[in-house]
T-cell receptor
Framework: ELKVEQNPLFLSMQEGKNYTIYCNYS?????LYWYRQDPGKSLESLFV?????AVKQEGRLMASLDTKARLSTLHITAAVHDLSATYFC?????????????FGKGTLLTVNP | NAGVTQTPKFQVLKTGQSMTLQCAQD?????MSWYRQDPGMGLRLIHY???????DQGEVPNGYNVSRSTTEDFPLRLLSAAPSQTSVYFC????????????FGPGTRLTVL
């Protein structure tokens, strides 16, 4: 059974600082997503990572994937208040009944002035 | 395009009542899923569909039924509501496969008393 762990679960940052959210998963996977959820809202897709060494960047967010280590990171550069949200990683399970997405528990990011 | 729409936005039920959560998408996506979101639990897959007439169980299917008579609609039925089904429910659709990028609806917040 695929398990997905995110850490930290809660992150309070100051504006202008850098930080990284980690997503570890337990079995081989070829596809990993990052989603953002604003309070009381739905989820929107940020990145899809499809291969080992993949790196995607948009604005102050950069995501990477290391399939050998079964690890993805979401790096936040020079945080601003607008980045306050909950961030989820989701991993594609492989094969048979496992072929579906498993979500991490989410990281609640609060960026303080 | 409206994307993925869900009704109602909020619902309060008494234990034992039944109801149907509606979900529709206008993107002509073959793949649709229902998730529930509980505090600290991330999103968990309830049921999914890979096309009209084809549905399957996800991680937490007990107490829920689904059907898919058209490409556009994917209703979720609660047969006999229980307090443990208090949650936020998200419907999602995807284009290239059940694990492709999920386009989420706005969610339904359900409380079972």
């Amino acid at each position: 059974e695929l398990k997905v762990e995110q850490n930290p679960l809660f992150l309070s940052m100051q504006e202008g600082k850098n930080y990284t959210i980690y997503c570890n998963y337990s079995t081989t996977s070829d596809r990993l997503y990052w989603y953002r959820q604003d309070p009381g809202k739905s989820l929107e897709s940020l990145f899809v990572l499809l291969s080992n060494g993949a790196v995607k960047q948009e604005g102050r967010l950069m995501a990477s994937l290391d399939t050998k280590a079964r690890l993805s990171t979401l790096h936040i550069t020079a945080a601003v208040h607008d980045l306050s949200a909950t961030y989820f990683c989701a991993v594609e399970g492989s094969g048979g009944s496992n072929y579906k997405l498993t979500f991490g528990k989410g990281t609640l990011l609060t960026v303080n002035p | 395009n409206a994307g993925v729409t869900q009704t109602p936005k909020f619902q309060v039920l008494k234990t034992g009542q039944s109801m149907t959560l509606q979900c529709a998408q206008d993107m002509n996506h073959e793949y649709m899923s229902w998730y529930r979101q509980d505090p600290g639990m991330g999103l968990r897959l309830i049921h999914y569909s890979v096309g009209a007439g084809i549905t399957d169980q996800g991680e937490v299917p007990n107490g829920y039924n689904v059907s898919r008579s058209t490409t556009e609609d994917f209703p979720l039925r609660l047969l006999s509501a229980a307090p443990s089904q208090t949650s936020v429910y998200f419907c999602a659709s995807s284009y290239g496969g059940i694990t492709d990028t999920q386009y989420f609806g706005p969610g339904t917040r359900l409380t079972v008393l």
